[in-house]
């Protein structure tokens, strides 16, 4: 049967460890130099109705170090544009591809997609979650901290797609989240309720970033105004103030503290130049992390090991 990448509420700690090390195994084997084409034949589509630079590059030279071929479908020019069911598409696309990736807005629209298409779906984003970047992220802390077992992030800002994907991370992970949020920029409601109910005590959930990140391994943040809400952007600067990473905050954090953002960020706002270019941001190996994780991804569901 085949299997999608939804959410990581829909795995296994096992079934996500098995990325994780296959990943590992990848990484090593890239930089290595060995050629492993387990995907030859096989093609990605690769559905955008938002932006990307790090999702759509990790990608597309992943299916092609692999030995497969992606192509970019941006629904702008495709007939899910123009009124296509999602049904339809889904059906269509499942008798050409092997597998689908998509970033959108709506988290039922690929939810949808998957319940209709024969071939796998993977989340690139939506609204409300990233699973693919906080797999990644958690392989990112294996190789900085050796491993990600009983480590704390302190997530900083807005309770957005990536703070909800990092609740459901501790749902499957044994991990802590700290979270710091203004009000009214909580996570999801549902998805802290079954994170709370899931993973209990490990879950924090707070307004004071200095209190947040007083215990943290890992000092974590995201953008303050995500794509879709651009019209809120100047309100968000405002109620955001304070929560920015920046070195009075480091201060207050332990001293081996790994600064992390999925990126892109906004220097100046909820993080500054010197945090982000400082000796604790791991952010380019985070970025770059997001191939060999990927890579993992779309080889298990693709081809199954
Ligand atoms: N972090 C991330 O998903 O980046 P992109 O929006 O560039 O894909
Ligand atoms: N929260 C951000 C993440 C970008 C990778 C957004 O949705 O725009």
Same mark, same amino acid.
């Given at each position: 049967?085949?299997?999608?990448? %939804?959410?990581?509420?829909?795995?296994?700690?096992?079934?996500?460890?098995?990325?994780?090390?296959?990943?590992?195994?990848?990484?090593?084997?890239?930089?290595?130099?060995?050629?492993?084409?387990?995907?030859?034949?096989?093609?990605?589509?690769?559905?955008? =109705?938002?932006? +990307?630079?790090?999702?759509?590059?990790?990608?597309?030279?992943?299916? &092609?170090?692999?030995?497969?071929?992606?192509?970019?479908?941006?629904?702008?020019?495709?007939?899910?544009?123009?009124?296509?069911?999602?049904?339809?598409?889904?059906? %269509?696309?499942? *008798?050409?591809?092997?597998?689908?990736?998509?970033?959108?807005? +709506?988290?039922?629209?690929? /939810?949808?997609?998957?319940?209709?298409?024969?071939?796998?779906? @993977?989340?690139?984003?939506?609204?409300?979650? #990233?699973?693919?970047?906080?797999?990644?992220?958690?392989?990112?802390?294996? =190789?900085?901290?050796? +491993?990600?077992?009983?480590?704390?992030?302190? &997530?900083?800002?807005?309770?957005?797609?990536?703070?909800?994907?990092?609740?459901?991370?501790?749902? $499957?992970?044994?991990?802590?989240?700290?979270?710091?949020?203004?009000?009214? &920029?909580?996570?999801?409601?549902? @998805?802290?309720?079954? !994170?709370?109910?899931?993973?209990?005590?490990? %879950?924090?959930?707070?307004?004071?970033?200095?209190? !947040? $990140?007083?215990?943290?391994?890992?000092?974590?943040?995201?953008?303050?105004?995500?794509?879709?809400?651009?019209?809120?952007?100047?309100?968000?600067?405002?109620?955001?103030?304070? &929560?920015?990473?920046?070195?009075?905050?480091?201060?207050?954090?332990?001293?081996?503290?790994?600064?992390? #953002?999925?990126?892109?960020?906004? *220097?100046?706002?909820?993080?500054?130049?010197?945090?982000?270019?400082?000796? #604790?941001?791991?952010?380019?190996?985070?970025?770059?992390?997001?191939? #060999?994780?990927?890579?993992?991804?779309? /080889?298990?569901?693709?081809?199954?090991?």
């Amino acid at each position: 049967m085949k299997k999608d990448l %939804i959410r990581l509420t829909d795995f296994e700690r096992e079934e996500l460890d098995l990325f994780l090390f296959r990943a590992r195994e990848l990484k090593r084997w890239q930089k290595e130099g060995v050629v492993y084409k387990p995907l030859a034949g096989k093609t990605l589509g690769m559905i955008f =109705e938002k932006s +990307s630079t790090r999702t759509r590059l990790s990608f597309e030279v992943g299916m &092609y170090q692999l030995g497969g071929t992606a192509i970019f479908l941006s629904t702008r020019d495709t007939q899910l544009g123009r009124g296509e069911t999602v049904a339809d598409t889904a059906r %269509i696309m499942s *008798r050409y591809l092997d597998g689908v990736m998509i970033r959108t807005f +709506s988290q039922k629209m690929v /939810e949808e997609f998957a319940s209709y298409a024969s071939i796998p779906v @993977i989340n690139g984003l939506t609204d409300l979650l #990233h699973p693919c970047q906080i797999l990644s992220d958690i392989f990112t802390i294996m =190789e900085k901290k050796g +491993s990600y077992e009983g480590m704390t992030v302190a &997530y900083i800002g807005d309770g957005n797609n990536v703070a909800n994907s990092w609740l459901e991370a501790a749902c $499957v992970f044994p991990i802590r989240i700290s979270l710091a949020c203004p009000e009214g &920029y909580e996570p999801d409601p549902d @998805i802290m309720r079954e !994170a709370i109910a899931r993973a209990g005590d490990r %879950i924090t959930i707070g307004s004071d970033p200095a209190k !947040a $990140v007083s215990q943290a391994d890992v000092i974590y943040t995201d953008v303050w105004t995500s794509m879709g809400q651009e019209g809120e952007a100047d309100i968000r600067r405002e109620r955001f103030q304070g &929560y920015q990473i920046n070195e009075r905050l480091l201060s207050v954090a332990p001293s081996d503290v790994i600064v992390m #953002h999925c990126l892109p960020a906004h *220097r100046g706002e909820e993080i500054t130049q010197e945090v982000i270019e400082g000796p #604790h941001s791991v952010v380019f190996d985070q970025a770059e992390n997001r191939l #060999h994780v990927q890579k993992a991804i779309l /080889e298990i569901l693709m081809k199954g090991v």
